[in-house]
């Protein structure tokens, strides 16, 4: 099979027998051999109905419903299990992302041999108040992680089956996946200007809590990419800084003391003097670091894959 196209839904009634109808115009031009994977995301207004009656029309349709509304991030984890095409293609049910774009997205991921490509909403149809925030995301992200694209969180993008097969996302991680493919080892990743529609039908599912939620996932994403397999690298090297700055304020408190009196001058106790209780929390500090390093080297040694390696060829 040519792609597999899984959309995340939810609350989507309106607008699924519409972008349905789209993507089996686009396929047949194009003459793709294609699977839809639509994950419902525990709607309550009569997707999942829906579905099961568009079921008859739509054969390449392969549907999957949660009990509950879990988030975007669990829909697209479990609709990467499913999908069985090469190339896997990601889209939004709001009708705001364009099927026009999958014919081109597979033939760069065809051509061009790439790991992944991420839409870039260069002209986006939408308020002020996710705009500006998107942007902040984004470039916060392109610093970190030193990926060269504009536009994260898009919801079209387009994966080698090997990236979907072996990345996992969970929790806020659906706006990192470039992220989370390049600590897997997938660093072939491009970027094509898509189209954004105006939403035709219902209302954004996203609220304000979804920032805060993201920059936590970021932190979340690097820490664990970088130090889960040498935790002690991170909380070590702070332990011992920090306890080695409150060792030396400590020292030189008590050896200003100790000249002050050889010289017969007048001097102030070690315990009187704020800097000394500085001192003393960085030693406290230092040492529960080094502390918690030793402890998370111990259950990451202990972990069951903690020598599962991403292999991508063998001769």
């Given at each position: ?10 609350n ?27 994950v ?6 009569g997707?999942?109905e ?5 079921k008859a029309?739509?054969p390449?349709i ?16 479990v ?12 889209m ?8 026009d ?5 597979y ?9 992944l490509?991420s ?47 072996t ?42 809590s979804?920032?805060?939620?993201g ?5 979340s ?46 001097y102030?106790?070690v ?22 390093g030793f402890i998370?080297?111990?259950v ?6 903690k ?7 063998v001769?």
């Open positions: 099979m040519d792609i597999s196209i899984i959309v995340p839904l939810y989507e009634v309106e607008s699924l027998p519409e972008l349905l109808a789209w993507i089996r115009r686009v396929a047949q031009e194009h003459r793709l051999s294609y699977e839809v994977v639509m419902d995301d525990g709607s309550t207004d997707s999942w829906l579905l099961e009656t568009l029309s739509y390449e392969y549907a999957i419903k949660f009990r509950r509304n879990y988030g975007k991030s669990a829909a697209l984890n609709g990467f299990a499913a999908s069985s095409g090469d190339v896997v293609i990601t939004d049910a709001d009708l705001q992302d364009s099927p774009e999958i014919p081109e997205l033939r760069r991921i065809k051509e061009e041999k790439l790991d490509i839409g870039y909403k260069q002209k986006r149809h939408d308020p002020l108040s996710k705009t500006l925030p998107t942007k902040l995301f984004n470039a916060v992200t392109r610093k970190m992680s030193h990926i060269p694209l504009h536009d994260f969180n898009c919801g079209l993008k387009a994966y080698r089956k090997e990236v979907v097969k990345i996992e996302v969970y929790g806020e991680m659906h706006r990192y996946i470039p992220v989370l493919a390049k600590w897997a080892g997938f660093t072939k990743i491009g970027e094509q200007v898509v189209k954004h529609y105006p939403r035709k039908y219902g209302h954004t599912k996203f609220g304000f979804r920032f805060v939620n920059f936590l996932d970021l932190l994403i690097f820490f664990v990419g970088k130090f889960s397999k040498r935790p002690m690298h991170f909380f070590g090297t702070m332990g011992v800084l920090s306890f080695f700055t409150g060792f030396v304020l400590t020292i030189w408190l008590i050896a200003d003391k100790l000249v002050s009196i050889a010289k017969g001058t007048h102030r106790n315990t009187d003097q704020p800097l000394f209780y500085i001192a003393l929390v960085a030693i406290i500090v230092g040492t529960q670091l080094f502390l918690t998370a080297e111990l990451s040694r202990s972990a069951h894959d020598n599962n390696y991403q292999i991508e060829k001769i």
